[in-house]
């Protein structure tokens, strides 16, 4: 059974960047067929995607975002990170991992969320 | 890329169908049989409920059905049960490679 586990600061300054970890056990990054995604959920509000990447690096980002986004892979440590620039209280959000099947459109497993602040 | 457009709130009684629709474009929604549907319940991570129009994923429900026609998806939901009350979000694929979420549809069961 597939599982992700975000992990990093709840707690963020405006204008520094956020870093996010996402750990996958269960299944390995490395083994390809998969997208490594990145979604947000701002308080009361509905979903965003934020990017995700292959395992190979290849990334791809919402264009609402992509100016301060970077997603990167560790296959070593079985990890992704997320990392987000420039932040403001409009990033306070949870943030969730999740993994795309790379030949159909679902997102099947998720991470449980984490709520990031941004706030000084 | 602008979110897929969804009612704000459906509501029906125990037994009884809802069907969700998710409006997009013809670069996102019309374009590819990439459409999603996830469920969540308060203070929880959405699951997925529907891939790729009409496909289940092992465990869900067969009350749980999809469909597309051009540029709108629709979730049925029949036999309307208590523990259907949640919210519902669209995704799709879209023409730049990305994913594009719906503004969500919050269902209540009478």
């Known amino acids: 059974q597939v599982q992700l586990q975000e992990s990093g600061p709840g707690l963020v300054k405006p204008s520094q960047t956020l870093s996010l970890t996402c750990t996958v056990s269960g299944g390995s990054i490395s083994s390809g067929g998969y997208y490594w995604s990145w979604i947000r959920q701002h308080p009361g509000k509905g979903l965003e995607w934020i990017g995700y990447i292959y395992y190979s690096g290849s990334t791809y980002y919402n264009p609402s975002l992509k100016s301060r986004v970077t997603i990167s892979v560790d296959t070593s440590k079985n990890q992704f990170s997320l990392k987000l620039s420039s932040v403001t209280a409009a990033d306070t959000a949870v943030y969730y991992c999740a993994r795309k099947n790379g030949y159909s459109s679902g997102l099947d497993y998720w991470g449980q969320g984490t709520l990031v602040t941004v706030s000084s | ?110």
């Not at chain 2, 029949?78 to 009350?85: F, P, R, T, V, Y």
Request: charged share 10%; aromatic share 10%.
């Open chain 2, 1 to 110: 890329q602008s979110a897929l457009t969804q009612p704000a709130s459906v509501s029906g009684s125990p037994g009884q169908s809802i069907t969700i629709s998710c409006t997009g474009t013809s670069s996102d929604v019309g374009g590819y049989n990439y459409v999603s549907w996830y469920q969540q319940h308060p203070g929880k991570a959405p699951k997925l409920m529907i891939y790729d129009v009409s496909n289940r994923p092992s465990g869900v429900s067969n009350r749980f059905s999809g469909s597309k026609s051009g540029n709108t998806a629709s979730l049925t939901i029949s036999g309307l049960q208590a523990e259907d009350e949640a919210d519902y979000y669209c995704s799709s694929y879209t023409s730049s490679s990305t994913l594009v979420f719906g503004t969500g549809t919050k269902v209540t069961v009478l």
